[in-house]
């Protein structure tokens, strides 16, 4: 099945230090999501992004939705040890008058404290 | 916020016997929910769309009478993984469109991991 590139793919943290993930695609898309899982639980919203260029902060967390509308970015400023889980993009597909969202690869975080 | 179940949250099986998994919308109607598929360290893959009233619509590569979906009613998707083998053992999610708030924001059900012996 298709998926969007993220990366990086995993990486490993100083408590309080900042953290940039990205998520790529050939294709165009409408809306960006981005998630975070944690074990053995369903991923839960982060944010929300639904305009190219658009900017949005959650707290400690900021996203911003690609000019091309190819890409987006996640930051998380001044880490801290829940901050620990995967990390996915997704984008919205509306292909036929109905939709459907295309998960990225994901980003496991680790915070060392 | 909306919240979505999912029921067994774990269950065993022996190869060859068939095994329901549901999805149900506490607090809203769904006319639409989505089941997705998850390997261990892996992304989340779309398997098929649950339509309410209608059948459901299947991604590329998965079998329809291997992974029967049924939309029984705003509240419920049931997936049946039917004569399940070992490689079906994986995560299985399910997700309903937000209600009434932000555009695009799905909820997710807490998942069910299945094992097929």
């Known amino acids: 099945g298709q998926q969007l590139n993220q990366s990086p793919q995993s990486m490993f943290i100083q408590e309080g230090e900042d953290v940039s993930m990205n998520c790529t695609s050939s294709s165009i898309f409408n809306t960006w999501l981005w998630y975070k899982q944690e074990p053995g639980e369903g991923p839960v919203l982060l944010i929300a992004?639904?305009?190219?260029?658009e900017l949005t902060s959650n707290g400690r967390l900021t996203a911003q939705f690609g000019i091309t509308r190819k890409d987006s970015f996640l930051n998380i400023s001044a880490s801290i040890p829940s901050d620990v889980g995967i990390y996915f993009c997704?984008?919205?597909?509306?292909?036929?008058?109905?939709?459907?969202?295309?998960f990225g690869t994901g980003t496991r975080l680790k915070v060392l404290a | 916020g909306a919240v979505v179940s999912q029921h067994p949250s774990r269950v065993i099986c022996k190869s060859g016997t068939s095994v329901k998994i549901e999805c149900r919308s506490l607090d809203f109607q769904a006319t639409t929910m989505f089941w997705y598929r998850q390997f261990p360290k892996k992304s989340l893959m779309l398997m098929a769309t649950?339509?309410?009233?209608?059948?459901?619509?299947?991604e590329q590569g998965v079998e329809k009478d291997k992974f029967l979906i049924n939309h029984a009613s705003l509240t419920l998707s049931t997936l049946t993984v039917t004569s399940a083998h070992p490689e079906d053992s994986s995560f299985y999610i399910c997700?309903?469109?937000?209600?009434?708030?932000?555009?695009?924001?799905?909820?997710f059900g807490p998942g069910t991991r299945l094992t097929v012996l």
């Open positions: 649950s339509n309410e009233g209608s059948k459901a619509t299947y």
């Open positions: 997704a984008g919205k597909r509306t292909p036929s008058g109905t939709y459907k969202y295309i």
């Open positions: 997700s309903a469109p937000n209600p009434g708030g932000l555009t695009d924001t799905q909820y």
């Open positions: 992004l639904y305009k190219a260029g």
